[in-house]
């Protein structure tokens, strides 16, 4: 009798075991090369119990005050908020004001929503279907809650020149996207990003939404082509004057319905379907705005110091303080060395 609290005990070290295991495991099989913060020595040698513990290290940092017209706009999941959403507020969250920026996500509040809603920093919940199986009209929904919340801006009097659009896994250099983007006039249509030419299926389905310009929509390009392009996933910019134009077409409930007529795959497909497609305006390729596909060099300092972002899984840096095992705040370190923790 006296071991079955033991071999209860134990049960219960397996079970916890298994759990972290667990977790690790999805860590590493979502592309990182790290572990959850909880798990490591994070910066300064600290293992905390608490998540928010770490946000406490977020250091200030001066970029450009002309930077304050950029909306910044970051897609992000429940799943993601512990392995990416504290890196970012961390990292380059702190070289912007936080008005500009606008998480979009999905679930309810958490420790990390909360922080980011305590430092000023707008966290919208897109309440849209969380089903795998309707995964498409997940995405398309999440796209035109983040298009809504320009709107409503906008509506309430904020002064913005610049819509710019983040996946969660982007590392953002802003004292490069600011220079970027003031080498644009913001009051023309522009649309920037590292362009990916578009399907046929989605350029001929590009006519379902045309078809209803009697009542408002516009005509588009009569170009007889199907090499459409759009800006791929992580991180595209529209100028302001554009915006305007494609309110109708991508403006909440708008954003949704419209990509189920195009019947594309993946919401960052439908801008640049609307824009080039729609609205005959054409994309300007950056690259120093990162797409999926790119590979990047070794420790070429020079050319991450270039870069307006950097998808994280692409960072190849090495850092005696680091080990590797942190990519995006090895970045950030790159580029402010001063930070404390950087040291």
């Keep these: 009798m006296r071991a079955r609290p033991v071999v209860i005990l134990a049960g219960l070290c397996v079970g916890l075991i298994f759990v972290v295991w667990l977790q690790i ?7 990182y090369n790290v572990l959850p913060l909880v798990y490591i020595d994070f910066v300064k040698g600290d293992t905390f119990s608490n998540p928010l513990d770490i946000m406490a290290l977020a250091e200030r940092v001066s970029v450009s005050q002309n930077g304050s017209y950029v909306f910044i706009s970051v897609l992000t999941a429940t799943k993601f908020h512990d392995a990416r959403l504290s890196r970012m507020f961390v990292s380059w969250m702190q070289t912007v004001e936080p008005k500009q920026l606008h998480i979009i996500t999905d679930g309810k509040h958490d420790m990390w929503t909360q922080a980011l809603a305590n430092a000023g920093i707008t966290v919208i919940f897109s309440n849209c279907p969380r089903d795998r199986r309707k995964s498409r009209r997940m995405m398309c929904c999440k796209g035109g809650t983040q298009f809504e919340q320009w709107y409503r801006a906008k509506e309430a009097g904020e002064v913005y020149k610049w819509y710019c659009h983040f996946d969660d896994d ?6 490069a996207l600011y220079e970027l983007v003031e080498r644009y006039n913001a009051e023309k249509d522009h649309y920037l990003g590292n362009w990916k030419q ?15 310009r009697a009542s408002g ?4 390009s009569e170009r007889k082509r199907d090499d459409y ?9 529209i100028s302001a004057s554009l915006m305007v134009r494609l ?6 409930k708008n954003f949704e319905e419209n990509c189920i007529k195009a019947d594309v795959d993946m ?31 070794v420790d070429d300092l020079a050319w991450y110091k270039r870069k307006a972002t950097v998808t994280t899984g692409k960072i190849h840096l090495s850092s005696p303080k680091f080990h590797g095992r942190d990519r995006l705040l090895m970045y950030h370190c790159l580029l402010y060395p001063h930070l404390s923790w950087c040291k």
């Design 25 to 31: 495991r999805s860590y590493l099989q979502d592309g």
């Design 170 to 175: 982007v590392y953002v250099n802003t004292r």
């Design 198 to 212: 578009m399907s046929a299926r989605a350029y001929h389905n590009k006519d379902r939404i045309c078809q209803e």
């Design 217 to 220: 929509l516009s005509k588009y």
């Design 229 to 237: 392009r759009y800006a791929n996933g992580p991180a595209y910019c």
């Design 247 to 252: 309110e109708k077409y991508l403006r909440g």
């Design 267 to 297: 919401d960052d497909i439908l801008p640049g379907l609307i824009i080039e497609g729609v609205l005959g305006v054409e994309i300007t390729h950056i690259p120093e705005l990162s797409d999926n596909f790119y590979t990047a060099p």
